[in-house]
């Protein structure tokens, strides 16, 4: 009974110690117990899927076709543009409500404001990291320049600033221009556009 | 005749008995403990091909998740960026340094970043992004606190167990929208004041949201 209770007390001991507890930090990929069943041979969003030559699953577009809901037309709301020309549209093809500049808001914080600020004066956070260029939306150049400019430049990049067209559907990208003229316009203010009795409350 | 049987067999059925007993006991103990995700699956900790710090992109500087993650809200799957999306601040932040090769490689040629996934659920469990994070569940319930990780570890067991905690009661966890990948947010400092906040206001989005309370086997197997 004595040599049980030992061998019984000394198995234990080395399971738990080889083993170890729950939420150990481990480098090993998990054990699954029903492998065929968790992992099924079908396709995954970008994993490797040997069934292709390169790999991928997640595949490109074959040239000369569009995904489905994708924007192809030649509309003012997918280009920027007046259809049929290459100009600039000069104000927002969608409208203009509180959704959307709010919509407009929360997109600019995750997209833009890390490198273009907070309040769009290209000082943002990323210029303590040696970024350079990033504009200031209050220059004369950016206040003046047409709406379909800036979809432009949001949706294919410019100088130093990469494409964006692939992260930020078109929709959100005149969102973020609507906001981005409201924080043009509140700096433009002056104090004769704040209201009478809240000028009182104003930090001269 | 009293030959036959050593005295000490009269005490054998009792060690058996006490031995079965003891073996039994620390095998189901062995079982409930170690044949669980909760041991299996949290913790795991791959080594990236890119030491990429979510400690530092998001804990540090603040990004939100949806900077690269960017169809989280759209998609049932949450998307790992391309590497153009790195080179977006990498193109001049640390864009001479070795540890971005294999990013700036990526970028030039379109050959993807073989990546390690650490969060997996199993092929016949369908798990949707989308639904979950525009109905206020923060990224902080499944994936823990990827905003202090050096280098991602899976801090949940996502069992289907884990999964039924809170479809039971959407209540216990769901928060506002726009705080979805705000980590860090609670109600309130003072954690008797939040569960009391998490409780009232939960049950109202849960009213207001219409979020339901699935527990059928097809709402996550098909």
């Given at each position: 009974?004595?040599?049980?209770?030992?061998?019984?007390?000394?198995?234990?001991?080395?399971?738990?110690?080889?083993?170890?507890?729950?939420?150990?930090?481990?480098?090993r990929p998990p054990v699954e117990l029903f492998a065929d069943m968790d992992r099924q041979p079908k396709?995954r969003?970008?994993?490797?899927?040997?069934?292709?030559?390169?790999?991928?699953?997640?595949?490109?577009?074959?040239?000369?076709?569009?995904?489905?809901?994708?924007?192809?037309?030649?509309?003012?709301?997918?280009?920027?543009?007046?259809?049929?020309?290459?100009?600039?549209?000069?104000?927002?093809?969608?409208?203009?409500?509180?959704?959307?500049?709010?919509?407009?808001?929360?997109?600019?914080?995750?997209?833009?404001?890390?490198?273009?600020?907070?309040?769009?004066?290209?000082?943002?956070?990323?210029?303590?990291?040696?970024?350079?260029?990033?504009?200031?939306?209050?220059?004369?150049?950016?206040?003046?320049?047409?709406?379909?400019?800036?979809?432009?430049?949001?949706?294919?990049?410019?100088?130093?600033?990469?494409?964006?067209?692939?992260?930020?559907?078109?929709?959100?990208?005149?969102?973020?221009?609507?906001?981005?003229?409201?924080?043009?316009?509140?700096?433009?203010?002056?104090?004769?556009?704040?209201?009478?009795?809240?000028?009182?409350?104003?930090?001269? | 005749?009293?030959?036959?049987?050593?005295?000490?067999?009269?005490?054998?059925?009792?060690?058996?008995?006490?031995?079965?007993?003891?073996?039994?006991?620390?095998?189901?103990?062995?079982v409930w403990?170690y044949f669980t995700p909760k041991y299996t699956r949290?913790?795991y900790?791959?080594?990236?091909?890119?030491?990429?710090?979510?400690?530092?992109?998001?804990?540090?500087?603040?990004?939100?998740?949806?900077?690269?993650?960017?169809?989280?809200?759209?998609?049932?799957?949450?998307?790992?960026?391309?590497?153009?999306?790195?080179?977006?601040?990498?193109?001049?932040?640390?864009?001479?340094?070795?540890?971005?090769?294999?990013?700036?490689?990526?970028?030039?040629?379109?050959?993807?970043?073989?990546?390690?996934q650490?969060h997996k659920v199993p092929d016949y469990v369908y798990f949707?992004?989308?639904?979950?994070?525009?109905?206020?569940?923060?990224?902080?319930?499944?994936?823990?606190?990827?905003?202090?990780?050096?280098?991602?570890?899976?801090?949940?067991p996502l069992s289907m167990a884990f999964c039924?905690?809170?479809?039971?009661?959407?209540?216990?966890?769901?928060?506002?929208?726009?705080?979805?990948?705000?980590?860090?947010?609670?109600?309130?400092?003072?954690?008797?004041?939040?569960?009391?906040?998490?409780?009232?206001?939960?049950?109202?989005?849960?009213?207001?949201?219409?979020?339901?309370?699935?527990?059928?086997c097809?709402?996550c197997h098909r």
């Amino acid at each position: 009974m004595r040599y049980f209770v030992l061998a019984f007390v000394l198995l234990v001991f080395v399971v738990v110690s080889i083993a170890g507890c729950r939420g150990g930090l481990s480098r090993r990929p998990p054990v699954e117990l029903f492998a065929d069943m968790d992992r099924q041979p079908k396709l995954r969003p970008q994993a490797v899927n040997r069934f292709f030559g390169n790999g991928l699953s997640s595949r490109l577009p074959v040239p000369g076709t569009i995904a489905r809901g994708a924007p192809y037309q030649d509309l003012p709301l997918n280009t920027g543009r007046e259809p049929g020309t290459t100009n600039f549209v000069t104000l927002l093809p969608v409208p203009l409500t509180s959704g959307l500049l709010a919509r407009g808001q929360e997109r600019y914080a995750i997209h833009c404001a890390m490198c273009h600020g907070a309040a769009g004066d290209g000082k943002g956070l990323l210029a303590k990291y040696q970024m350079v260029g990033m504009a200031n939306f209050h220059d004369q150049r950016l206040v003046a320049m047409p709406d379909g400019e800036i979809f432009n430049t949001i949706t294919h990049g410019k100088n130093l600033m990469g494409a964006y067209g692939a992260t930020i559907n078109p929709q959100d990208r005149w969102a973020i221009i609507a906001y981005l003229r409201a924080l043009q316009r509140a700096h433009l203010a002056t104090v004769d556009d704040v209201p009478e009795p809240a000028r009182a409350g104003l930090n001269k | 005749m009293s030959d036959v049987f050593p005295k000490w067999t009269n005490r054998l059925p009792m060690l058996l008995l006490v031995g079965l007993v003891m073996a039994g006991t620390a095998v189901v103990a062995g079982v409930w403990y170690y044949f669980t995700p909760k041991y299996t699956r949290v913790g795991y900790q791959p080594i990236q091909p890119v030491a990429f710090s979510h400690a530092l992109h998001v804990g540090q500087l603040g990004m939100d998740c949806r900077y690269c993650h960017s169809a989280v809200e759209e998609s049932w799957y949450s998307n790992v960026p391309s590497a153009s999306s790195c080179m977006n601040c990498h193109n001049q932040v640390l864009k001479d340094s070795p540890k971005l090769d294999l990013v700036r490689q990526s970028a030039a040629t379109g050959e993807p970043i073989p990546w390690v996934q650490v969060h997996k659920v199993p092929d016949y469990v369908y798990f949707n992004h989308a639904v979950h994070v525009r109905r206020g569940i923060s990224c902080v319930e499944c994936h823990g606190p990827i905003h202090q990780m050096d280098e991602v570890y899976h801090a949940q067991p996502l069992s289907m167990a884990f999964c039924l905690d809170c479809h039971r009661d959407p209540a216990s966890r769901i928060r506002p929208v726009d705080k979805v990948t705000d980590l860090e947010w609670t109600w309130n400092s003072d954690p008797a004041i939040a569960a009391d906040l998490q409780r009232v206001n939960g049950e109202k989005f849960v009213h207001d949201w219409n979020v339901q309370s699935l527990q059928n086997c097809s709402a996550c197997h098909r």
